[in-house]
């Protein structure tokens, strides 16, 4: 099994995502309704579509709304602080909420953190059968030029998204800066706080394997060894229905509107040729929690343990890389300072 396609329904009422108020242009342009003039308007997401009478429109759920909603009961508010504390850090990357979600940490001298989520999630597209009004409204207290506001509207609905759990992308947490996606300090995995960290956090589900992995030949991937850790079969299910249940869960709130999952079916990928997302045959459907919680998950490793020619070979390419790099760095301080010495020499020849 190499990944989980996933279709899902959301139902809702009102409006949850709201998008920039330069949206009138594109109405406008493509002549889908009368725009008001007045600025004070909210507008409602949505997607654009060509029809015979020329331009429509659905409105969505962008996916990063989706996302928010999907992961808001596993987290609490975190800052770029987090990184501050090593501690703190290394069981936050390494939480399901973590691993699953993804995250980018900056640091202006190092290369900082991040990890690509195993999930990609579409927008949530209105099925068509509703249709969006602009309403006007008044604030109270005193009358000024934003008293009166527009907001647009919609009633029940019911939303199609898609998506994809990448169990390749779920299974190895990269602590190697090689190619700019070091998701753990390497320091955590060699002290061997982040096998306690993991014990803490998962109990007897994790046993990974820390050290260099390559990809398996028959992935068309890269084939230089990166260090990480490789979590083990069973905590990769364990994770991978934990996105499953935050998904089933999903709950989107915004003032008087709501939308929320209703339905959700799954088709494990054995065979990226035969196995599609508009295939109809495959398909497990989701009624409850317990029917994750029944799932069997194989997922198979793409990842092999490094020799000792690939780890040469790593080490090899970082010897050049760290030359080239010197080398690029004493180029341009010798061509700064030749630049230098012809201004000085210029000043002094004109006084």
Known sequence: MKTI??????????????????????????????????????YAKKVFFKTDNGYDYRVKISGDCIRKGIFSNSVENVNPMVVKNEIVACNY?????????GYLYTN????????????????????????????????????????????????EAEYNFKGIIDLKQLMFIVADPLFDRMAINPDWLTTGVAEKVMKNLYGDKSSPRIGYFTASSKYLTNSIAEFGMLLNEELVAHLAKYILANIM???????????????????????IIND???DEEGWITINDLND??????????????????DIELLNSLKNDYNDAISTMKE?????????????????????
């Open 292 to 309: 994750i919680a029944n799932l069997e998950i194989h997922a198979d490793c793409p990842y092999k343990e490094a020799t000792e020619k």
């Open 276 to 278: 599609k997302m508009d």
């Open 5 to 42: 396609l996933i279709k899902g329904i959301m139902k809702g009422c009102g409006v949850v995502n709201f998008d920039d108020n330069s949206q009138k242009f594109a109405l406008n342009k493509l002549g889908i309704k009368d725009i008001i003039g007045d600025d004070n308007v909210k």
């Open 93 to 101: 990357f390494l939480s399901p909420v973590g691993i699953c979600r």
């Open 331 to 351: 180029e341009k301080k010798k061509q700064k300072e030749e630049k230098a010495r012809k201004r000085k020499e210029k000043k002094e020849s004109e006084s």
């Open 249 to 271: 869960k999903c709950s989107i709130k915004r003032n008087n509107a709501y939308a929320s999952v209703k339905s959700l079916k799954i088709k494990f990928v054995e065979n």
């Open 108 to 155: 202006r001298d190092e290369s900082g953190y991040k990890r690509k989520s195993p999930l990609t999630i579409t927008d949530a597209i209105e099925n068509g059968n509703a249709k969006s009004e602009l309403e006007i409204g008044t604030t109270s207290g005193d009358r000024n030029s934003t008293s009166m506001f527009y907001t647009e509207k919609i009633g």
